[in-house]
């Protein structure tokens, strides 16, 4: 059963380089669309096998290569189609998901299939405000303190904090670019890193990570298994899984409006604002093909994860998924 989240529930409606740095693993990013299947020896004879794409069935090994191609054509017009898709209301999910995770200074963050860096960006922010009300909390405490704790904070004071860092891990290198001249613009200057990754073999080597997040971006992988088990092994132990999807809607009359709106509206501001309807016809499909809530957190905890648990955002039309390493 999902855990009661209240505290958005009125904002809810309802409810160009690769980086390479220490860490990185020596089978790095791949470049483009013709590197997918060589770049994961696992996906040997996906020829044989089929998947979806959407509504349509088509062989594994062509699904990263369709992907790759829909993300690729809506690049420039991502973050501006997310605003009119959603009214702007995937703004209080991501800002949901960062309240829920509460990350603390010094936490390191890999943003899977990160794109234009909305979490990371969200990540930073909170990161650099915790630590602001910390100092804060501590001048105010320093007012009345003892001698022997002024000497300790001298002692404290030479060592310097950890800085938080964030990762934007994307296997499409037009997002990423993206998301680097919106990070440009925006000001965010350091503790950020971009690489081009798969998430069904992510470029890292294990027990790396504090946070794992991986936002409106898995249900477009191949092998969610996969996935989830690349997202277990560079986490460290103690370390967090938070996934924002999509996911079903429980209401029947939300549910009609919500099919409604997806099917009749969504590809046509595909149309009309980014000049993509098949894209946007694909996203909306690749929804409905998602495993619903319960059977999403069944295969978490079949990764290894454990504490798994969900939060329902506007009745469902997503949810934030949440486990631990141990």
Request: with cysteine; proline share 3%.
């Amino acid at each position: 059963m999902a855990a009661p989240f209240r505290t958005f529930a009125g904002k809810l409606f309802c409810g160009s380089c690769r980086v390479v740095h220490a860490g990185v693993r020596s089978r790095i990013a791949i470049s483009s669309p013709s590197c997918l299947s060589s770049f994961r020896s696992y996906n040997a004879g996906s020829e044989d096998k089929s998947t979806h794409f959407g509504f349509e069935t088509v062989p594994e090994g062509q699904k990263a290569e369709k992907v790759y191609k829909v993300f690729e054509s809506v690049a420039q017009k991502y973050d501006v189609m997310n605003d009119a898709m959603s009214m702007g209301i995937h703004r209080f999910w991501k800002d949901a998901l960062l309240h829920i995770m509460n990350p603390q200074p010094g936490a390191r963050l890999l943003d899977t299939a990160g794109g234009t860096g909305d979490i990371s960006f969200r990540f930073l922010d909170y990161v650099r405000s915790q630590r602001d009300r910390q100092e804060r909390r501590s001048v105010r405490s320093s007012q009345t303190v003892s001698w022997q704790e002024i000497s300790d904070s001298y002692v404290s004071d030479e060592t310097e904090p950890v800085e938080s860092r964030a990762v934007v891990c994307d296997i499409n290198k037009e997002m990423l670019n993206v998301g680097k001249q919106k990070a440009e613009d925006l000001g965010y200057t350091s503790g950020l890193s971009w690489v081009v990754g798969d998430a069904e073999e992510l470029p890292f080597d294990d027990d790396l990570f504090d946070i794992y997040t991986i936002a409106f971006g898995i249900r477009n992988v191949t092998h969610i298994e996969q996935a989830l088990q690349e997202a277990h092994r560079v986490l460290k132990p103690g370390g967090r899984f938070m996934c924002l999807e999509f996911s079903k809607v429980s209401n029947p009359l939300l549910s009609s409006l919500y099919d409604a709106y997806s099917f009749q509206v969504i590809p046509v501001l595909g149309e009309v604002i980014a000049g993509d309807w098949k894209s946007y016809q694909y996203l909306v499909e690749s929804i409905r093909r998602f495993p619903d809530q319960e059977t999403f957190k069944a295969m978490i905890e079949e990764a290894g994860f454990f504490r798994v648990q969900y939060f329902n955002l506007t009745g469902g039309v997503v949810a934030i998924h949440s486990g631990f390493k141990l």
